[in-house]
């Protein structure tokens, strides 16, 4: 069994947001494969059914970003799978532009209050996360103001593919493992991001 978690915030004016990308990709899983999304529980709404011949549960947690993981420590104690092999977490990333996404199977939150409240309530940041690419916040831009703020319609359909791309990754993942997903779906980082991440 996969649990496959979406970050974002729960309320309608954070809708189509850059830090709800996650939710529009667990909602595009939900979509391809005929799951519905409507029980609440573990401080989320969830939806259980199949993905690429696997049970999965899908969580759109409800705790506002900075709280994401008290729902994913949930959800993991409740179903009892193995969080560094079958938790898939789905964040933005302004490290990426829009459109791009990158798989990895372990690394630090990168900033993302999200990613660190998930870390800090696993113990430990080993696990799988697709990061989407929503583009650096322009130089006078407040970073909250950016990622709380909607994609210029211009970007939508760069959007709405990586979205796609994503949900075809994470099924990647689920049938292949992630490496496979990695070789197929990973994009060059920018060399500012390979700098700050020592190359690696």
Known sequence: MYII???GNPEKKYVNTRHN???EVIDAIAEKNDIVLGEKKHKAVIGKGMVAGQKVVLVKPVTYMNLSGESVRSVIDFYKVDEKSELIVISDDISLDV???RIRKRGSAGGHNGLKNIILNL???SFIRVRMGVG???PKLDLVDYVLGHFLPEEREAVTESVRNAALAIE???ANGPDAAMNQYNVRKRPAQEKEEGGV
């Open 5 to 7: 978690v979406g970050l």
């Open 21 to 23: 990308i996650g939710f």
């Open 99 to 101: 459109g791009q996404i």
């Open 123 to 125: 113990g430990h940041d």
């Open 136 to 138: 650096d916040k322009p």
């Open 172 to 174: 990647t993942v689920i």
